[in-house]
C-alpha cells in the first residue's frame, strides 16, 4: 500500500509537473502564433494599393506577340545600328521553358570573380529563377577561351559579338533583351543588373509572388529613377554626348541602369522602339530614358527598397532589420556582396512589401 501510495504521489508529481510544462509550451505556441499573425497582418494590409491600381501594373492578360521573335526575322541581326550582329555564346536551349522570374545580370567580360560570388551567393539556382551574364566581345584570346570553358561549366553566359567597351554598354543591354524575346520569352518578370550588385532574392520573390502575381504581370517597370539629369557635354567625360547625337540638355527622367525589374511586354516596347533610333552610348538614360518616352512607358520608382549609393555601413547597424530591403547599392565588391548575403541569410523573410510601399 504504502509503495502503491508512494507510487501514486510519484505519479502525481510527474503528472502535475507534466501540466506545468504544457501550459508554458502552449503558452509559448500561442505567443508565436499571434505574433505571426500580427506579422502577418502588418504586412499584407492594403498591398493592392500603390503596386496594383494607381501604378497600372496588373496582371498578364495575353502571351506576347510570338511569332515576330523568329531567329530567321531579319530583326534578330540588328542591334541598333550594327547590322550584323550575332551571339558568339549562346544555349539557344537554356531557356526554352517557363521561368517565374528571369535574371539577366551585364558583366565585364574578365568579372569571373563577381560571376561565380553571384552564382553562390543570391543568384544560387532555385526553381523559380534562371540565371545569365551578359558582355560582349573581347580582343584577348586567352581571356575568350576561359570565358568558353566557363559557359561550357555553368552554361549561363550570352555573348554578342559587339566590342565589349564602356561606349557599347547600350549594346550590351539590347542584347540582354534580344536574348529574352528570342530566346527566353516564357518568363513571367526580368530582373536586369549589374554583376556589382546583391539582390535580397528570397524577399524578392515573396515580393513578386505576393504583391504582384504568381502568375506574372504586364506593364511592370521599377527601377531607381532619375530625373532632370542634365546631358553631360564635356568631351573628356565617358558620359560625353554631343550636340549632334542629341540637341536636348536635359534627359527626361530615366531608370537608372544598375537594376531594372521588368515584365517581358514592357521589354518588347523598350527594344523594338530603341531599335529604331540612333544609337547612343549613355545606356540608361538612352534605352530606359529617351526611347521609354517614346514608347510612353512609364515607371516606378522603388529608390526606398534600395540601399543609397556608399551607405552599406547602414546595413550593419541595424537599419535594415526592421524594413525591406530588396536591392544593394552599385559599385559593391564581391566581397561585399557575400557579406550581404550571409546577413540576410539569418533574417525573417518578409512576405510582403505591401505596409511600406503606402508609402
Ligand atoms: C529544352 O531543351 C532541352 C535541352 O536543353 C530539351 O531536352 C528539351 O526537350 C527542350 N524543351 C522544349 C520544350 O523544347
Ligand atoms: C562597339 O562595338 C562595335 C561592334 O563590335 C565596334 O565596331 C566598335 O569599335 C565598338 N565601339 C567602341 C567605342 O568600343
Ligand atoms: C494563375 O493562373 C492559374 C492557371 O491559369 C489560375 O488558376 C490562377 O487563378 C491564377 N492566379 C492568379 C492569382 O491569377
Ligand atoms: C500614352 O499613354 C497615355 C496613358 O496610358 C495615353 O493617354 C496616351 O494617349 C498615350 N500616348 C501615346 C502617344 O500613345
Ligand atoms: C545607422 O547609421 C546611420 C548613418 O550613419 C544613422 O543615421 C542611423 O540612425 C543608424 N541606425 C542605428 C539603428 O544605429
Redesign the pocket.
Known amino acids: 500500500m504504502k509503495i502503491d501510495g508512494e507510487s501514486n504521489n510519484y505519479w502525481r508529481r510527474i503528472s502535475v509537473g507534466c501540466t506545468i510544462k504544457t501550459t508554458v509550451y502552449l503558452l509559448i505556441l500561442a505567443f508565436i502564433f499571434f505574433a505571426l499573425l500580427w506579422n502577418r497582418n502588418k504586412y499584407t494590409n492594403s498591398s493592392e494599393s500603390l503596386l496594383h491600381g494607381n501604378r497600372r501594373i496588373h ?1 498578364r492578360t495575353s502571351a506576347l506577340p510570338l511569332n515576330f521573335f523568329d531567329p530567321k526575322h531579319q530583326d534578330y541581326q540588328r542591334l541598333v545600328d550594327l547590322n550584323d550582329f550575332y551571339f558568339t555564346i549562346i544555349d539557344p536551349q537554356a531557356c526554352n521553358a517557363t521561368v517565374f522570374l528571369l535574371v539577366l545580370v551585364s558583366s565585364a567580360p574578365n568579372h569571373l570573380h563577381h560571376r561565380n560570388i553571384i552564382r553562390t551567393t543570391w543568384g544560387q539556382q532555385r526553381i523559380e529563377l534562371k540565371i545569365f551574364f551578359v558582355f560582349g566581345r573581347v580582343h584577348d584570346k586567352n581571356l575568350q577561351k576561359d570565358i568558353e570553358k566557363e559557359s561550357d561549366g555553368y552554361g549561363d553566359v550570352i555573348q554578342g559579338n559587339f566590342l565589349d567597351t564602356y561606349r557599347n554598354l547600350t549594346y550590351k543591354t539590347m542584347t540582354a533583351f534580344k536574348f529574352v524575346l528570342y530566346h527566353c520569352n516564357k518568363a513571367s518578370y526580368v530582373l536586369k543588373i549589374d554583376d556589382d550588385a546583391f539582390v535580397n532574392m528570397p524577399l524578392l520573390l515573396n515580393f513578386l509572388k505576393n504583391d504582384l ?3 506574372g504581370t504586364d506593364n511592370l517597370f521599377l527601377c531607381n529613377v532619375k530625373t532632370g539629369s542634365m546631358v553631360n557635354r564635356d568631351v573628356h567625360s565617358k558620359w560625353y554626348i554631343s550636340e549632334k547625337e542629341l540637341s536636348n540638355d536635359y534627359f527626361p527622367s530615366y531608370c537608372s541602369g544598375w537594376y531594372t525589374l521588368l515584365s517581358p511586354d514592357v521589354i518588347f516596347r523598350l527594344y523594338a522602339t530603341t531599335q529604331k533610333l540612333k544609337y547612343i552610348s549613355v545606356e540608361d538614360a538612352f534605352i530606359y530614358g529617351i526611347a521609354r518616352q517614346k514608347a510612353n512607358i512609364t515607371q516606378k520608382d522603388f529608390t526606398r527598397f534600395t540601399l543609397a549609393y556608399r551607405k552599406e555601413e547602414l546595413l550593419f547597424n541595424g537599419t535594415y532589420d526592421s524594413q525591406p530591403l530588396l536591392f544593394g547599392a552599385p559599385n559593391m565588391s564581391p566581397e561585399l556582396i557575400k557579406k550581404f548575403w550571409l546577413y540576410f541569410r539569418n533574417m525573417f523573410v518578409l512576405r510582403s512589401l505591401g505596409a511600406f510601399s503606402k508609402k
Open positions: 496582371q502575381s504568381a502568375n
